[in-house]
């Protein structure tokens, strides 16, 4: 990396800005050469036509910027990278993306993994202008995806705007089916650019607050952009700063006291309730905010709001944040005369008209209560069951019922009438004859022939037509033939229907009534209400629920009563109260805003062009001049409205800032909201908490930014070279950040001026500590004046005329000095970088440390918070130890406030009298502890609740390149590794370990998470990746290392002790010492999680590298799928002391599986490793261990049989083809000589008898005498046949016999007592009664057996026939006689006999044709897994198992490719699994999927495991599968791109197991559908193995 990069990397890893670092540094470095990029994703060309019409958008710029050269000095670009998951959409943590504001253009990095199911055909569309030009929501650009399987699929987005923009994925469905899927849709947003004035700082050299006439906080004229979370903003509202020109000394005193951002509440002309959120002419600004008789045009208010908020910003330093009312409209705007069709009505939404008509009533009641008699006042609760009591009456007399229900009587005229005019048409719906009158009305209520049901629009608007009515009563009542009885059963049937709807108006008038009775208590009885006076028409009983418009001679009254606006508990949010079928305001849910018209939009701009064309105007206007909305009432915004008003603004304004508050209950649809419309900021509040301990979790939620020693940055994030994103202009050095999602940005208010005041919820001493720990938070931070000033009462925003107190410069009142500090602070400590927090709750107190991460310099408050009245108690927190940091004291406080009563003052709004005591002097306590210095912070003995204290930290010894020195020599301490020493660096399990030092080490134990699986570098791995990923610094390896530097010396030390025999390994366990040497002696306790994440992943990374280095093409340029099937290859070829290839000394070993075959005899298996050799040796590059493993085996043979079980050659107990084929000069293995450990009579002698290895023979001739052996029979009983070699087989197991038939050239083998294959269980229960019975014995000739055989014979005859094998046949008993045949006729006798004895017809027509039992027969279109089992157990054979693949791929021309695919499809469908194969059909009776090998029970099946291949799935098979598919594939389609995709799609699963499993590869096997199983090793040579077979066919494939 250019020392350029490497600055702006470290940069951007701590919050930097990498532009800035990136030009401070000179970059005399050269870059490496290039890597490899993916795949180019199609890129449309815009010609220069494109552009040249119109101005440049930032879309075009970002073009223009991405296709020049870079300028010398120019930083890296950023890459934000987001990562999609295999069915092509985001996970749901990435659904939404925050993305940072573009000072400079940057790319988002969409990527998906190679060979997903979105690769095919895929199409990624977007409506961020990719191509350039302006920003159209509706407008989607495509990217059309490269079908390829060996590189991540990329597309780059070069993000230069802000704004709300959506992707997704479109693709083929899996199969053949035309069907396109599409993906999941994701969302990013990307902040706006927020430009303001920069501030000098508010503290001295010597940490002094600086006042503003000494120059504290002082605005200067020099701009600079500032991120969202360095916003401090304060609400204001404008009746109570008095008219425009009287706003000065209100804007100097917010810019001192530190906010830079004013949240106005409406300043449009308020309605005749005076509230701001009433607005009555969107259009005007209040003539309030003008001179006293102001005759301003609305066009001239218009620009002198403007040119004050010019002025605010550029002379006092503040942005401007107005309150944007969408939702409703004051209930006196003039344009409703005009435009009525703008609200909701009974004309435009009939079902409100029974709503009305209750309306009305409650307001006639209202009007006549005292002349009823009735209380006008409620003194009582006995007046309000009065007045209720009354009400019912009234209410019960409208009849409302009539809504809900059918007419009977005039629908059974109406029948009659049709049913006497003649006979009815045929009933059209399902049979009714003979049903009862309740299954008729449900049959008619679900047929949906009742009109108008539940619409409500007048009484009885339910009907039926009557020639339906007759239709049906005909059809039912088909005894009946009379008009006048059929009429009166249609009767019957509506009377049933009826029933319900009488329930329903019953249900939903007690509702209505209860909601009014609990209204009426709130606003007149009850104490914490507003206890209204007397009830008149002006003030009803309760809210009007509707505005009454003045009549109109053209519309009718039910178009002129609009129904007002309001909220609902706990209402879905997506839902309009509003609309059909809610019946919110019939049931009188609805919280009324009786002073608010809701307005009545509609789905689009055509469903009321007036109003959407006047909202649209009214938010253009706010957005030329204010810098941010906040969404009034945003949760019961409609989206569509929402999104479609503010694209409309940010044209207008594209860096809008939003904010919102959302009520929805539910974080799931906050996320809704913040995506769609674009919601930078939700608005929180500290006071939402209710102790102390749920406002830690607030302030950690919302205010933390990362913790302190945060891991992701450092870690994840690295260097990389840029192609452009587009078709044109170069690459440029780049820094790659992975995303993980983000949740909503917040801005965090102590209060906002709608909530109840700290004297009302908490006290008002409270006010201190809590508004100095919101302004200690990473996030935008609001406050409202009188929370500084220390209100006593929440003040109506309605009906208090009073105006804000003025105060001089330099006076304050309440906390304002502490908010004019911290608030100061709180934005510098945004620019500068201290993104690091921790928060620290105990009793009552709160600690919040803020921390830069690249200086370690930080802030840090002690507060105490006040949830209680009337205590001056210290209270209770431990001393504040800070490890290695000096701390220095700047400020700290208490309040005093004598009384709670305010003064009386009718003309100013004035706060509760009060006085801040300094704390002065106050000196941190310095020791040492151990050998760590710290700095200890004793709260004073005099420090009451609301109390706070400010300190500056500095850790202390930290060398701040040491993150560059974790890092650096790490590839020159690592590049002379071999494969063996990487199994030591990286992998070595338990019993690894200790074999291969005695005992001395084993897997690392973490307290309270238990040991890691592995010794090496992935053992730590499997926590780092999740520490690192989401910084979780709570893990217990985290507390760990906080604890101790014990993982720190045994990752050092474990390598020095094993150097005599890894010398090698001295240069990795120097660096790691030298590393952590330096981080024991100078990072304190808390930081080491970091240093020590940073070391191990930079080494994993190392070594991994090297790795990859040593490997194949097919490897070292593959996908991560791939490369982590290829480090199995490490993971299981290690050194361990009592498993070796040499009976005579330690060699290197291919481990069968983890961890249960580490060690010993258990470790090193013949089947295993000839399974294994091609995926993990050969498709790698790995040769020589191949190579070895295949000499090592050869020199076992006995009895024409290589050992199952290698016990390092010293018990052996009873490929060469891949090997010739794939390495370069492979052919001269077949010349090598091989001493041999059996003498040539089979005699078993020891190894180190001085017989053994007295004689050698050529890897060729073994192979012929493997074949010879077999073409003349091989029987023999094993050499110390008993217990002692298997305690669980019966005696005749021990006798081994195989032989060839001649007619057919098939070898049959095994017996009822042995297992002759790989599915080799054998019974092990007494109490089943299973010990020594073999659970799949597979006598006869097995299917993968004849397959192998068939292959062989191919290969020695192919080199035969060129000279390169020095045989040409075998010698064979035939009818009596001893015969040569030739590898070809032995060949050719398989070839002819194979389908006919194997294959199982579909068409039992053709049973004759093959030999068949079609009695046994429980699947067709298979192939048997043996043939020739003994007759008691024939139908074995007809199994359906996962053999026959295997066969298929090392045979492939032994069967027909129609019979093949066929097969294969059933297997696909019935037998492939999430990570293997089933072991046996799940239709078959003797299937049982789950395996236990504890289980102990009488049942015969599964006792002690005997179902081990009876079901569970493998992982080997699933590799052998999958090649002989895509063989067969590309034998019938030229074009195997499709079945590629397929085949693929079966990898999905296996490739999320090995990321996130801890062993970090394939199982042996799980149970039933991927179900973990404990006895299976947790990683298994073979299965990964196949998987690379595969994936190495693929790219030959792909290469040719």
Request: overall charge negative.
């Amino acid at each position: 990396m250019t020392s350029k990069a490497s600055a702006a990397l470290s940069a951007a890893i701590h919050g930097h800005n990498p532009i800035a670092a990136a030009s401070s540094t000179d970059d005399a470095g050269k870059s490496k050469p290039k890597p490899a990029l993916p795949p180019k994703v199609d890129i449309p060309v815009p010609s220069a036509a494109d552009h040249a019409s119109a101005p440049k958008t930032p879309a075009d710029e970002a073009i223009d910027f991405f296709e020049s050269a870079p300028l010398p000095g120019d930083a890296p670009i950023q890459v934000y990278e987001l990562k999609l998951e295999e069915d092509g959409g985001p996970n749901k943590s990435k659904a939404y993306t925050r993305l940072p504001p573009p000072y400079r253009p940057y790319i988002l990095r969409v990527t998906l993994d190679a060979g997903t199911p979105p690769c095919k055909n895929g199409v990624f569309y977007t409506n961020f202008p990719l191509d350039g030009g302006k920003f159209d929501r509706s407008k989607f650009v495509e990217r059309k995806l490269p079908s390829i399987f060996s590189k991540p699929i990329q597309i780059d987005l070069p993000i230069s705007h802000a704004g709300a923009f959506v992707y997704w994925i479109e693709y083929d469905a899996p199969g053949k089916s035309s069907t396109r899927v599409k993906g999941r849709e994701g969302y990013f947003n990307v902040d706006p650019v927020l430009t303001v004035r920069k501030r000098k700082a508010i503290l001295s050299d010597d940490l002094k607050a600086l006042s503003p006439s000494a120059g504290g906080g002082a605005i200067t004229s020099e701009d600079i952009k500032i991120p969202m979370d360095g916003l401090a903003v304060l609400t204001a509202v404008s009746k109570w700063m008095g008219p425009l020109t009287e706003w000065a000394p209100h804007l100097r005193e917010a810019s001192e006291r530190g906010y830079n951002m004013i949240h106005w509440t409406p300043l449009q002309q308020r309605g005749e309730s005076k509230s701001p959120y009433s607005i009555a002419d969107q259009l005007a600004f209040d003539e309030a905010l003008f001179e006293e008789g102001w005759k301003g045009t609305k066009e001239e208010g218009v620009k002198h709001v403007a040119q004050m908020m010019k002025t605010a910003k550029e002379e006092y330093g503040l942005l401007s944040l107005i309150d944007v009312v969408l939702n409703h409209t004051a209930n006196n705007s003039a344009w409703l005369v005009d435009h009525p069709e703008a609200g909701y009505s009974p004309h435009n939404s009939a079902h409100l008209t029974p709503a009305l008509e209750l309306d009305d009533a409650i307001m006639d009641f209202s009007e006549k209560v005292g002349e009823r008699g009735l209380p006008t006042t409620v003194t009582s609760e006995a007046d309000l069951k009065t007045l209720i009591d009354a009400l019912k009456e009234d209410i019960k007399a409208l009849n409302l019922w009539q809504y809900y229900v059918i007419d009977v009587i005039s629908e059974k005229e109406a029948v009659k009438a049709v049913l006497a005019s003649g006979t009815p048409a045929p009933w059209d719906g399902p049979a009714v004859a003979g049903k009862t009158v309740v299954e008729l009305a449900l049959i008619l209520k679900e047929s949906g022939k009742l009109e108008n049901f539940g619409a409500f629009s007048k009484r009885f608007c339910t009907t039926v037509d009557p020639a339906v009515g007759a239709s049906l009563v005909s059809a039912a009542f088909v005894e009946l033939k009379d008009a006048d009885a059929l009429a009166e059963a249609w009767g019957r049937v509506l009377d049933v229907i009826n029933v319900d709807q009488y329930k329903e108006w019953e249900d939903d008038s007690k509702v209505a009534i209860d909601n009014v009775f609990n209204r009426l208590k709130y606003t007149r009885w009850d104490e914490h209400g507003p206890k209204l006076g007397p009830i008149t028409r002006e003030v009803p009983l309760v809210d009007t629920y509707f505005t009454r418009l003045p009549p109109s001679e053209t519309l009718p009254r039910s178009a002129l009563c609009l129904a007002n606006n309001g909220w609902i508990w706990d209402a879905d949010p997506l839902q309009n109260f509003a609309l059909r079928p809610s019946k919110a305001y019939l049931r009188r849910e609805v919280i009324a805003w009786g002073d608010c018209v809701k307005l009545r939009y509609g789905d689009g701009p055509q469903s009321n062009p007036w109003l959407w064309e006047y909202m649209t105007a009214y938010c253009e206007t706010l957005a030329t001049m204010f810098d941010g909305f906040r969404i009034d009432n945003c949760h019961s915004t409609p989206l569509n409205i929402g999104v479609y008003l503010l694209d409309k603004a940010r044209v207008i304004n594209p860096n809008l800032y939003v904010a919102a508050e959302l009520f929805t209950g539910s974080e799931e649809t906050d996320l809704m909201f913040v995506s769609r419309l674009g919601i930078n900021s939700l608005i929180r509040e500290a006071y939402n908490g209710w102790d102390t301990k749920e406002f830690s979790r607030l302030l950690y939620r919302y205010g933390l930014g990362k913790p302190i020693g945060s891991m992701d940055a450092a870690c994840l994030t690295s260097a990389a070279d840029i192609p452009s994103p587009f078709a044109h202009g170069p690459s440029r050095p780049g820094i790659v950040t992975p995303l993980q999602g983000s949740v909503p940005h917040a801005l965090l208010f102590d209060l906002t001026h709608d909530n109840e005041t700290p004297l009302s919820k908490r006290s008002a001493e409270d006010a201190l500590s809590t508004g100095a720990l919101v302004a200690f938070t990473w996030a935008a931070i609001g406050s409202v004046k009188g929370f500084d000033d220390i209100y006593p009462k929440h003040l109506n925003i309605v009906s208090d005329s009073r105006k804000y107190e003025v105060v001089e410069s330099g006076e304050y009142k309440g906390v304002a000095e502490v908010k004019r500090l911290l608030n100061h602070l709180h934005s510098e400590m945004v620019l500068d970088g201290f993104t690091e927090g921790h928060v620290h709750q105990e009793n009552d107190y709160i600690v919040l440390h803020r921390v830069q991460p690249i200086t370690q310099k930080g802030y840090l408050l002690v507060a105490h918070t006040a949830f209680r009245k009337g205590t001056k108690d210290r209270g209770h927190i431990d001393p504040v130890k800070l490890r290695r940091t000096k701390a220095k004291f700047i400020y700290g406080a208490s309040i005093d406030i004598p009384s709670y009563e305010a003064p009386v003052d009718t003309t100013t709004l004035r706060g509760l009298p009060s006085t801040l005591k300094q704390i002065t002097d106050f000196v941190p306590k310095e020791g040492v502890d151990g050998d760590e210095p710290f700095t200890e912070i004793i709260v004073p003995d005099t420090f009451p609740p609301g109390s706070i204290l400010v300190f500056e930290t500095q850790m202390q010894g930290i060398d701040p390149t040491l993150d560059d020195f974790c890092k650096a020599g790490v590839d020159a301490a690592f590049g002379d590794l071999d494969l063996v020493d990487l199994n030591v660096l990286l992998h070595r399990c338990d019993g690894e370990e200790k074999d291969a030092t005695s005992g001395e080490i084993g897997a690392y134990n973490v307290p309270n998470s238990g040991n890691l699986v592995y010794c090496g570098l992935e053992g730590w791995m499997h926590p780092l990746r999740h520490i690192m990923k989401f910084n979780d610094l709570g893990h217990p390896l985290c507390g760990h290392l906080r604890e101790g530097t014990w993982a720190m010396d045994y990752v050092h030390s474990r390598l020095e002790r094993q150097a005599t025999t890894f010398p090698h390994l001295v240069k990795p366990a120097a660096w790691f010492k030298e590393r952590f040497d330096k981080i024991k002696a100078t990072v304190p306790s808390f930081l080491r999680p970091k240093y020590f994440a940073i070391v191990i992943f930079e080494a994993y990374k190392a070594a991994r590298r090297t790795v990859m280095e040593q490997c194949s093409e097919f490897v070292s340029n593959g996908h991560a799928f791939t490369q982590d099937l290829a480090l199995c290859s490490v993971q299981m070829y290690g050194l361990v002391q009592s498993a070796s290839l040499d009976p005579g000394k330690p060699v290197p070993s291919l481990a069968a599986g983890l961890p249960h075959f580490a060690s010993s005899w258990a470790r090193c298996w013949g089947r295993d490793v000839f399974i294994s050799l091609r995926g993990l040796f050969l498709t790698t590059g790995n040769y020589d261990a191949a190579k070895q493993h295949i000499l090592a085996f050869c020199s076992t043979l006995k009895h024409g049989l290589i050992p199952n079980l290698l016990d390092s050659i010293r018990n052996p107990r009873q490929n060469i083809q891949d090997y010739v084929t794939m390495v370069p000069d492979g052919i001269n293995i077949l010349a090598e000589p091989v001493k041999r450990r059996f003498p040539l009579d089979d005699t078993w002698i020891p190894w180190n008898d001085p017989q053994a290895y007295s004689y050698s023979s050529t890897v060729a001739e073994i192979i012929q005498e493997i074949l010879q052996r077999h073409a003349l029979g091989i029987n023999f009983r094993e050499h110390n046949a008993g217990p002692n070699l298997d305690m669980q087989m019966k005696d005749e197991g021990f006798n081994i016999e195989i032989h060839v038939d001649w007619t057919t050239g098939i070898i049959y083998g095994g017996s009822p007592n042995n297992c002759g294959t790989w599915m080799d269980k054998m019974g092990e229960s007494v109490k089943a009664g299973t010990k020594g019975v073999p659970g799949t014995p597979r006598d006869g000739a097995p299917i993968e057996i004849t397959g192998l055989l068939k292959s062989t014979l191919r290969w020695v005859d192919e080199l035969a026939s060129k000279g390169q094998f020095p045989f040409k046949g075998v010698e064979a008993q035939i009818d009596g006689k001893l015969q040569l045949v030739t590898y070809k006729e032995w060949s050719d006798l398989l070839q002819a006999s194979f389908e006919k004895h194997y294959y199982v017809p579909l068409d039992p027509a053709d049973d004759a044709k093959y030999e068949i039992n079609s009695a046994l027969i429980n699947r067709r279109g298979i192939y048997k897994d043996v043939y020739g089992t003994p007759k008691d157990r024939e139908w074995s054979d007809y199994q359906l198992r996962c053999n026959f693949p295997i066969a298929m791929t090392v045979a492939p021309e032994l069967f027909d490719p129609e019979h093949a695919l066929e097969a294969l499809k059933i297997a696909d469908e019935v037998l492939r699994a999430p990570l293997g194969m089933k072991t046996l059909d799940p239709s078959d009776s003797q299937y049982r999927g789950n395996y236990d090998n504890s289980n102990d029970s009488h049942d015969a099946s599964i006792a002690k495991g005997l179902n081990y291949h009876q079901g569970p799935e493998w992982g080997w098979p699933l590799g052998y599968f999958l090649r002989a598919y895509l063989h067969f594939e590309r034998v019938k389609n030229q074009d195997v791109t499709d079945a590629l995709h397929r085949l693929h799609a079966a990898l999905l699963v296996p490739r999320k197991f090995i990321q996130d499993d801890p062993w970090a590869g394939i199982p042996e096997l799980t149970n039933e559908n991927g179900t973990y199983c404990h006895d299976s090793c947790r990683t298994q040579a073979w299965s990964s193995s196949t998987l690379l077979d595969f994936l190495e066919d693929v790219h030959q494939l792909q290469k040719s």
